[in-house]
T-cell receptor, first 116, second 113 residues
């Protein structure tokens, strides 16, 4: 079945540095990738939608300059948290829609970001 | 505005008890409905989904859900829960294939032996 590989699983970084999170579709082409953020004990909140070859679409309230999204190929989408601060600490998850009759969604395993 | 509501935030059940988790949505037009489960330390897994057809949907691990259009509901059920069902359950909705999912706040289920 469709698999999305997300790396790293967890990362600790210093305040002010940048962190890149990668999501790769391993056995299918993901023209679209959704990026979510999940706070502890809360739901997943959509941050942005990336489309291969075009600019990402950000949800209201999400800073485009802080959360840089790139969808360089049909199998790779990246989220870079720039100038990270402790309040950016969270669980970030990517998801790609399925194809064909499945119409499901495949989720990455998530990245736990801790900014100290 | 489009929204998804899960009524039960925390549920504690004994093994073999029956489970019903509520999910209501506020969407205009066509909807696709999903239930996902997130076991501790793991990523989201699809339990079941509804796009059209029979409103009673059967999923994995003995779960089922019923789409009641008139009530804008998609409640999740399981006749007899097991300790291994302890997890976070999320209801999600979108308005068509390829659209992002809108998640409810989740229900934390604890099944005690």
């Amino acid at each position: 079945g469709a698999v999305v590989s997300q790396h790293p699983s967890w990362v600790i970084c210093k305040s002010g540095t940048s962190v890149k999170i990668e999501c790769r579709s391993l056995d299918f082409q993901a023209t679209t990738m959704f990026w979510y953020r999940q706070f502890p004990k809360q739901s997943l909140m959509l941050m942005a939608t990336s489309n291969e070859g075009s600019k990402a679409t950000y949800e209201q309230g999400v800073e485009k300059d802080k959360f840089l999204i790139n969808h360089a190929s049909l199998t790779l989408s990246t989220l870079t948290v720039t100038s990270a601060h402790p309040e950016d600490s969270s669980f970030y998850i990517c998801s790609a829609p399925g194809s064909g009759s499945y119409y499901g969604y495949t989720f990455g395993s998530g990245t736990r970001l801790t900014v100290v | 505005a489009q929204s998804v509501s899960q009524h039960n935030h925390h549920v504690i059940l004994s093994e073999a008890a029956s489970l019903e988790l509520g999910c209501n949505y506020s969407y205009g037009g066509t909807v696709n409905l999903f239930w996902y489960v997130q076991y501790p330390g793991q990523h989201l897994q699809l339990l079941l989904k509804y796009f059209s057809g029979d409103p009673l949907v059967k999923g994995i691990k003995g779960f089922e859900a019923e789409f009641i259009k008139s009530k804008f509901s998609f409640n999740l059920r399981k006749p007899s829960v097991q300790w291994s069902d302890t997890a976070e359950y999320f209801c999600a909705v979108n308005s068509g294939s390829g659209y992002a999912l809108n998640f409810g706040k989740g229900t934390s289920l604890l099944v005690t032996p």
